[in-house]
């Protein structure tokens, strides 16, 4: 009989061996020709599977309310320093990207598996809230530089009213939202971050789309698939930063004595 010879990679989410590509068995003619988007490749490459339209559309607001927040940030901060160091695209784009992590951009991952925790197993806000304080936790998805109780974050309005209107549940949103109502008492930049606001609607996403099972959801969340979505929006933005710098061809960066607190 036929003998298979081992195989050392196994692949599931995409195929080039016949005529044309395929994301997860659709063929990339399909996606040309039934006007596929990006939150469409995103379902098919992440979660092999397609998702009804408004989760793809959820998805790809996400990307676009994501893909920059001005040059101060952290990752666009990174990313110019290095293009005025004379450095190409792709050095450009990785160094603003690695900035993103538990403080900046890259929350979504750890709000969600701590809303969920919490929320499933019936804590109130305030004993959610405490207990992470006791272990000495800040909450995922809570907090902001420079938003605040009385000048909220658009970009979470934005998702929060997109979810309320074509999400069949939104529970653990409104739970995000009871969580931020007790940080705010304690202080005024405890808001519910763009971390958390996605965090939060992707379980809801997940848990009330009836695309995945249980078992599935909680493999998504402990994998951790939704800093993600941060990390290929904002790449957006670090690239474009990247092509402004060089259009203005901006010199070496150096920062300025004055702004140092040089001690001992
Ligand atoms: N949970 C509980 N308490 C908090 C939190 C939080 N998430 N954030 C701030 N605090 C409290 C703490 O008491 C903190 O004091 P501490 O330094 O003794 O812990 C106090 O507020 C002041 O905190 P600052 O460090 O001044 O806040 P800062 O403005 O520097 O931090 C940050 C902002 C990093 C976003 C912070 O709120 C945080 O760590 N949040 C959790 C991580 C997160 O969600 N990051 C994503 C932000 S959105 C984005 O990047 C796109
Ligand atoms: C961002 O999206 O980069 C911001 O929320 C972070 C910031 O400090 O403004």
């Known amino acids: 009989g036929k003998v298979r010879a081992p195989t050392h990679i196994i692949s599931t989410i995409s195929d080039d061996r016949g005529e044309e590509p395929c994301y997860a068995g659709v063929p990339m003619s399909s996606i040309v020709e039934q006007g596929y988007g990006v939150g469409d490749v995103i379902s098919l490459l ?35 320093v290095t293009a005025r160091a004379g ?33 499933d197993r019936g804590l109130t806000p305030y004993e959610f809230v405490e207990s992470m304080k006791k272990k000495g936790i800040r909450v995922p998805g809570i907090g902001h530089r420079i938003k605040r109780g009385d000048n909220r974050d658009k970009r979470v309005e934005l998702l929060q009213r997109f979810a309320r209107t074509h999400f069949p549940s939104v529970k653990y949103m409104e739970y995000a939202v009871q969580v931020e109502t007790y940080t705010l008492s304690k202080a005024n930049n405890l808001v519910l971050n763009v971390d958390g ?5 992707f379980l809801d996403l997940l ?12 493999e998504i969340v402990e994998i951790g698939y939704l800093n993600g979505l941060f990390v290929l929006a904002r790449s957006i933005g670090l690239i474009g930063h990247t092509f402004d710098q060089k259009r203005l061809k901006q010199p070496l960066y150096r920062h300025p004595w004055e702004d140092v607190l040089y001690t001992k």
């Not at 992440?46 to 990752?75: N, Q």
């Not at 990207?97 to 925790?117: E, H, N, V």
């Open 46 to 80: 992440w979660f092999k599977r397609s998702l009804p339209r408004y989760c793809t559309h959820f998805i790809e607001i996400c990307i676009m309310l994501c893909a920059d927040h001005g040059p101060c940030v952290s990752g666009a901060h990174n990313t110019i």
């Open 87 to 119: 450095k190409d695209l792709v050095s450009s784009l990785v160094s603003g990207l690695l900035t993103i992590g538990p403080r900046f951009g890259g929350a979504i991952d750890d709000a969600a598996r701590y809303f969920k925790d919490a929320y």
């Open 197 to 201: 606001a996605i965090g939060s609607l």
């Open 207 to 218: 848990a009330g789309s009836g695309m995945f099972t249980k078992p599935e959801i909680d």
